[in-house]
C-alpha cells in the first residue's frame, strides 16, 4: 500500500496541503486543502504517514561562499559565526549546509560551502503547530528552498536559472544554482491580490511590477557572484501568469520563459493545477542538507538510528548466548551421562580387582614356599648320571685331573672341567680335543660353552697337553 | 528514563547474564571433561590392574600346582629334623665312599624365601668308581626327604687309583609350615 505523504506550506497565518502518493514510480496528488484551522490541520496530519513542510522564513538568509577548511566538528560554529554576522535578527539562527567542494585560491585551499540560516524563533512557531505530529516529520526547510531544489531535481539545467513564485499576497523571486542551490532569494510583499484578469491595466501594471523586481533582483546577482545572468526563469502560482506575461512581456535580456514544467510533476494534474499548486507539492522534493527540524528531533532520530542496530545486536547476542548455553546444556548431559555410565565398569572394575588381591594375598604365600622346594628339591642336577657320563665319552689318551660344579649366575649350573690329552703332536691333540668336546656336547646333560686349549712341554717324546672345559649342565627332569 | 534506554538495559543485564551463566557453563563442561577424563584413567588403570592380578594369580596358581607333591611331606621342628638329618648320615649311607661328613659352623635363621634354619655341611668321600660314587650322591642328594641345597660340588683325582669328591650343602629345615594341604588348594580353586 502507497504511503501517504503530506506536502505542506506555511505562509504567515495561512497553511496548505496536498495529500501525495508515489504509486509505479509516478506522483499522485490530491486537490489541495486549506488547514489553517487547528482541526483541518490535526485531521491532516493524523492521516498522514509522512509530513513534509516547507515555511516562508521570512528571516531567513541564503549564503553560498568560501571558507576556511576545518576540522568537521568545527565546522557547524564557523558556519554560526559567519551567519551571526550577516544575520539581522536579534535571535540565534539554525543553520543546514552543504559543502559543494574545495577551492584551491592563492595556494590555500578553501571549501565551497552553501549555508541556509532560520531565526531560531521562526522554527519554534512552527514546531508548535506541528510538534504533535513529529514523529511523522520529515523534513523542514525554506519555500525558496524547496521551490528552486524542485526545479533542479525535475528539469534539464546547465546553469543558475530563476524560480519565480506568485501567490495571492506575497512571492518569492530566487535564483538557484543548477544543483538548486540558492544563491539569491527575495520575499516580496506582493502578490496577483487587486489583479483582474480581465483588466489588461492592473495586469500590465502587475507585470512591471515583476519586471521591475526580477530585474533588480538578477542585477544583484551579477554583482554579488559576478555571473552571467541566468537564461531560465520559471514563474509558477497561478495559471493566469503566462496570459498576464504574454500581455506585458518581461524584459530580462536573453532569457526564456517557463511556465510549467518540461515534463509532467504530478501524474494525475493539468498543466493549470501543477502551476496553481507547485509550491505545495515542492515541499516534498526539498534538500535534505537544509533540513530545520529542530535539532532535539535529529538528535532522537539519530539516537534512534544507533539504537535500533543496537536493539538488533543485542538480540542476536542474546540468540548467540541462549543457543551457547543451550548447547552446553546438552554437553553437560552427555558428560554427565558418560560419566554415570562409567561408573558401574569402574565399580565392577574395582571388586574384581579386590577380589583378585584377596586371593593373591591367599596365594602369595606359595610363591616363597615355591622358590624353597625348587632351590631344595625341585631344581635338582642328576647327580647320579654326572660322573658316569664323563666315565662313558672320555677316552684312554684324556685324563681328567679336576671337576668343580658351581652354580652359575643364571640359576643355572657350571662345570669347569680341567684335564691332560697324551697326543704325539700338539695339532693332534687338538683334533682330540675336538671330537671329545663334540661327545661331550652330544651328551644330553651338558652344554659345552668354552674350550681352552693350552699346549706344554711340546719337546718330550710323549706329549701331554693341558685343556679346561666350561660345560653348562642342564637341570634333571622332574 | 525512556523505555528503549530502559530496553537496552535489561538487554544488556540479560546478555550478561546469559554470559556469566554460560562461562559457568562452559566451565562446568570443563570439569566434567576432565572428570571424565580422569575416570576413563582410572578404569584403563583398574583394566591393567585387572590384567596384572590375573596374570600374577595364575602364575601363584601355577607354584601352588607346582607344590601339590610337597603339601604333605610336612616339616617338624627344625631341632627334630636336624637330628634326623643326621640319623640319615648313617654308616650304611657312608661307608661305601668313606665319606666324612663336617659341620661348618652353627645353625643360622634366615628370612628368605621362607623363615628357616640353614645348616652348612661339607662332605669329602673318596671313589675308584664313577658309579660308587653316583649311588652315594643319589641316596644323598635326590632323596625328597631333607631339604639340601648344593653349593658347590669338586672332583679332583687324587695320587693313586682313588678320586676325591667334595660337596658343600646346606640344610634348610622350615621354621614354619606351609599349613595347606590338597583340600585347601582344591577349595581355592587350584
Redesign the interface.
Known amino acids: 500500500m502507497a504511503q501517504k505523504l503530506l506536502s505542506v506550506i506555511r505562509q504567515r497565518d495561512s497553511i496548505r496541503g496536498i495529500f501525495v502518493e508515489k504509486k509505479g514510480g509516478g506522483y499522485f496528488a490530491g486537490s489541495s486543502l486549506d488547514l489553517s484551522s487547528k482541526e483541518a490541520l490535526n485531521s491532516a496530519c493524523s492521516s498522514a504517514d509522512e509530513i513534509y513542510i516547507s515555511d516562508s522564513f521570512l528571516s531567513a538568509v541564503y549564503v553560498l561562499d568560501l571558507f576556511p577548511k576545518v576540522a568537521p566538528k568545527h565546522l557547524p560554529q564557523l558556519l554560526l559565526q559567519d551567519a551571526l554576522a550577516k544575520f539581522q535578527a536579534s535571535g540565534d539562527p539554525n543553520i543546514g549546509f552543504q559543502i559543494l567542494g574545495e577551492v584551491q585560491t592563492e595556494g590555500v585551499r578553501q571549501r565551497e560551502i552553501a549555508y541556509m540560516a532560520v531565526e531560531e524563533e521562526e522554527i519554534k512557531q512552527l514546531w508548535a503547530q506541528f510538534k504533535k505530529y513529529e514523529k511523522k516529520i520529515k523534513g523542514i526547510t525554506s519555500l525558496p528552498a524547496s521551490l528552486a531544489g524542485t526545479v533542479a531535481k525535475f528539469e534539464s539545467l546547465e546553469s543558475n536559472f530563476v524560480v519565480t513564485w506568485i501567490g495571492e499576497t506575497e512571492s518569492i523571486i530566487s535564483i538557484a544554482s543548477q544543483d538548486g542551490i540558492i544563491k539569491v532569494a527575495r520575499n516580496l510583499p506582493f502578490g496577483l491580490e487587486g489583479v483582474e484578469f480581465n483588466d489588461q491595466d492592473t495586469m500590465r501594471a502587475f507585470s512591471r511590477k515583476i519586471d521591475k523586481e526580477l530585474t533588480r533582483t538578477i542585477n544583484f546577482f551579477k554583482q554579488g557572484f559576478r555571473e552571467p545572468e541566468p537564461e531560465k526563469i520559471y514563474l509558477f502560482g497561478s495559471r493566469h501568469l503566462q496570459s498576464i506575461f504574454e500581455l506585458s512581456p518581461l524584459s530580462i535580456p536573453g532569457a526564456n520563459y517557463f511556465f510549467q514544467f518540461t515534463s509532467q510533476l504530478i501524474s494525475n494534474y493539468s498543466q493549470e493545477d501543477e502551476t496553481e499548486n507547485f509550491h505545495i507539492v515542492s515541499s516534498l522534493f526539498q534538500n535534505k542538507n537544509f533540513n530545520f527540524l529542530p535539532h532535539k528531533v535529529i538528535a532522537d532520530r539519530k539516537s534512534k538510528k544507533l539504537l535500533y542496530p543496537s536493539y538488533a545486536v543485542l538480540a542476536v547476542v542474546i540468540l548467540c548466548l541462549f543457543f551457547w548455553n543451550f548447547q552446553l546444556r546438552t554437553q553437560i548431559r552427555e558428560e554427565d551421562f558418560t560419566l554415570r555410565e562409567g561408573y558401574p565398569i569402574a565399580m565392577k572394575l574395582k571388586g574384581e580387582v579386590e577380589a583378585l588381591e584377596v586371593k593373591i594375598s591367599k596365594f602369595e604365600r606359595f610363591r616363597e614356599w615355591k622358590v624353597f622346594y625348587d632351590q631344595t628339591f625341585n631344581d635338582k642336577l642328576a647327580w647320579d648320571r654326572i660322573l658316569s657320563a664323563f666315565g662313558r665319552t672320555t677316552p684312554p689318551d684324556i685324563v681328567l685331573d679336576s671337576l668343580s660344579i658351581n652354580p652359575g649366575g643364571k640359576s643355572n649350573w657350571l662345570a669347569h672341567v680341567s684335564g691332560k690329552i697324551r697326543a704325539a703332536s700338539w695339532e693332534i691333540g687338538l683334533e682330540q680335543i675336538r671330537e671329545y668336546g663334540a661327545k661331550i656336547d652330544n651328551l644330553e646333560l651338558f652344554i659345552v660353552k668354552t674350550v681352552n686349549y693350552a699346549p706344554q712341554n711340546l719337546e718330550e717324546n710323549t706329549k701331554y697337553f693341558n685343556f679346561n672345559l666350561l660345560l653348562e649342565l642342564n637341570k634333571m627332569e622332574q | 528514563m525512556q523505555i ?1 534506554y530502559v ?2 538495559l535489561l ?2 543485564l ?2 550478561t547474564h ?2 556469566v ?2 562461562m559457568n ?2 566451565k ?2 570443563n570439569v ?2 576432565g ?2 577424563l580422569a ?2 584413567s ?2 584403563h588403570k ?2 591393567s ?2 590384567i596384572k ?2 596374570r ?2 595364575n ?3 601355577v ?2 600346582r ?2 601339590k607333591p ?1 603339601l604333605n611331606t610336612g616339616f617338624q621342628d627344625p631341632e627334630q629334623g636336624f637330628v634326623k638329618f643326621l640319623d640319615f648320615l648313617n654308616p650304611g649311607l657312608l661307608k661305601g665312599v668313606n665319606a666324612r661328613v663336617t659341620l661348618r659352623g652353627s645353625p643360622t635363621f634366615q628370612k ?3 623363615p ?1 634354619q640353614k645348616t652348612s655341611f661339607q662332605v669329602v668321600f673318596d671313589f675308584r ?3 660308587e ?3 652315594f ?2 641316596e644323598l ?2 632323596q ?1 626327604d631333607y ?11 687324587s695320587q693313586g687309583k682313588n678320586t676325591r669328591g667334595q660337596i658343600s650343602v646346606d640344610l ?1 629345615l ?1 621354621a614354619s609350615l ?1 599349613k595347606f594341604n590338597l583340600d585347601d588348594l582344591k577349595g ?1 580353586g587350584v
Do not use: C
Not at chain 2, 631339604?147 to 683325582?157: D, E, G, Q, Y
Open positions: 528503549k530496553i537496552l538487554g544488556i540479560v546478555s546469559l554470559a551463566y554460560g557453563r562452559h562446568a563442561v566434567l571433561k572428570k571424565g575416570f576413563d582410572q578404569i583398574l583394566r590392574h585387572k592380578a590375573e600374577n594369580l602364575q601363584l596358581i607354584a601352588a607346582s607344590l610337597w628368605n624365601p621362607i628357616l668308581y664313577p658309579n660314587a653316583e649311588r650322591l643319589k642328594l635326590l625328597n631339604p639340601l641345597k648344593v653349593n658347590s660340588a669338586t672332583v679332583n683325582r634348610l622350615p606351609l581355592m
